[in-house]
């Protein structure tokens, strides 16, 4: 493992998900107390079109406040983020987000690697990677970066998604730390907000 | 995974050698792309490539075309082009003659989009429709008019969902994997090369379009670029930015009205 550098302070919490895990952040996210100690990204794959909806559904179900991404605007402890349909979500060292139009990776944008990747460089071990439900590859680089920073890696464990691919070729390819179904997340995300 | 000192000695000798100034760029971008391309062409050590750059302008070309982004579609956000067809174009109708500018228009795809809905509002035969990049190489591609055929499934529907009515394949020629839109859409169209980081402004224009280009430049170039377009843009006349762009940071916005919740602005004073 690399020795850990940390660029931020700022403490994240960074979803990914695909097919499937639309159903997991649905289990997890209403009984989510308002927290204040870290930042929640979310980057789910999702139709390339330029609509609210993903967002409208998750400021609905969410208690805690949903901030809408867009250039410039800056990460903060106690708000929900969620990564806009057709960019790429990067992190600058300064904790603001930065949106990226280039190509797709795993047939994707927003990619889960790109965003996990890039919170990785500036959250090192004060990030938290969770992957989700999904049927691509998606999400295993972005997990081992974070893993080589110093981060955490947790995995929904196959049995309870509803698309297993995902996460099972992450725990192949990782060291998760964790394996826990979506009631276990929510737990467990629940017991590092302090 | 390059360093971030070794990507400022990059951006520092790319200035020095070639007088192209990327440190105003955002960095978490910019070190994806050069990251991919220091992978993708397989150097060894980070030397081996600065002073490849260096010493072969090509090379350089190169890396211009790989870390500069130029993805586009035809009718990217149809609503943002449903809301031109029904809310702009018909307010320019009545001006005698319509000068539009298209900074960082990349391959064209853009402002061919922008061509079909003139034509189709009747307006393009008094329309001139500047089309900019810092980027030679693509625009060859976008005087051209080519583009894969495989996108037009895609396109089709964009420009479907952003209220086209016509047969969107009427608009071009099918053949060999390509399709060839009209000449007739590329007569009202001049291409040239323009830097948005040094370059000045070369026109009054009634309707300004940059989408998707300052999301990748920090707030001071953002200001420069802003200010670009405000004095290139005659009063009355619109900017358009890409859905999560914004003129907030940049300008007082009194002098700018925002079409609700687009991201296009009116010069008002």
């Not at chain 2, 969902?161 to 020629?173: A, H, K, N």
């Not at chain 2, 009355?236 to 914004?246: I, P, R, V, W």
Request: proline share 3%; hydrophobic share 40%; charged share 25%.
């Amino acid at each position: 493992m690399e020795e850990s550098k940390i660029i931020s302070n700022k403490r994240v919490v960074i979803i990914g998900g695909s097919a499937g895990s639309l159903n997991a952040i649905l289990q997890i996210l209403p009984d989510l107390p308002v927290f204040k100690s870290f930042a929640l990204v979310i980057v789910l794959h999702r139709r390339g079109t330029d609509d609210l909806t993903l967002e409208e559904l998750i400021t609905l179900k969410a208690q805690t406040e949903v901030k809408l991404i867009e250039d410039k605007v800056q990460l903060m402890h106690g708000f929900i983020y969620v990564a806009p349909s057709n960019y790429h979500l990067l992190f600058e060292k300064d904790d603001f987000f930065a949106l990226d139009t280039s190509e797709k990776v795993n047939y994707s944008r927003p990619s889960i690697d790109v965003s996990f990747e890039s919170a990785a460089e500036v959250y090192g071990s004060n990030l938290i990677g969770i992957l989700l439900s999904g049927s691509n590859t998606d999400g295993t680089e972005g997990l081992k970066a974070i893993q080589n920073a110093g981060g955490i890696v947790v995995i929904q464990d196959p049995k309870s998604a509803e698309m297993p691919y995902m996460p099972s070729n992450a725990i192949l390819n990782t060291t998760p730390d964790y394996i826990l179904s979506p009631e276990e997340i929510l737990k467990f995300i629940i017991s590092i907000d302090k | 995974m390059i360093e971030d000192i070794e990507l400022e000695t990059l951006i520092n000798d790319i200035y020095e050698y070639y007088g192209f100034d990327f440190g105003s760029y955002s960095r978490a971008s910019l070190k994806r792309r050069v990251n991919r391309l220091y992978h993708l062409d397989g150097f060894r050590n980070f030397y081996e490539f600065l002073s490849k750059v260096r010493n072969d302008s090509d090379y350089y070309k190169r890396l211009i075309d790989e870390i500069t982004v130029n993805v586009t579609e035809m009718f990217r956000d149809p609503t943002f082009y449903r809301i031109v067809r029904t809310e702009i174009l018909p307010l320019l109708a009545t001006k005698p003659f319509i000068r539009l500018w298209h900074a960082g228009c990349s391959t064209g795809e853009e402002v061919y989009s922008m061509a079909i809905m003139l034509k189709e509002a009747g307006l393009l035969h008094k329309s001139l429709i500047y089309a900019t990049d810092i980027n030679s190489k693509v625009l060859e591609t976008a005087k051209k008019g080519i583009f894969p055929l495989r996108m037009m499934k895609e396109y089709s529907e964009n420009y479907r969902d952003s209220g086209g009515q016509e047969d969107f394949s009427s608009y071009y020629i099918a053949n060999y994997g390509i399709a060839k839109f009209n000449d007739e859409l590329a007569q009202k169209m001049v291409f040239s090369q323009h830097n948005l980081v040094s370059d000045n402004s070369f026109n009054e224009f009634d309707f300004i379009l940059c989408r998707n280009v300052l999301i990748y430049f920090d707030n001071d170039l953002q200001k420069r670029v802003i200010n670009l377009f405000d004095a290139s843009l005659a009063v009355l006349g619109f900017l358009a930015l890409g859905t999560k762009e914004t003129i907030k940071y940049s300008i007082s916005t009194t002098k700018y009205k925002q079409l609700e919740k687009e991201k296009i602005w009116r010069k008002v004073k």
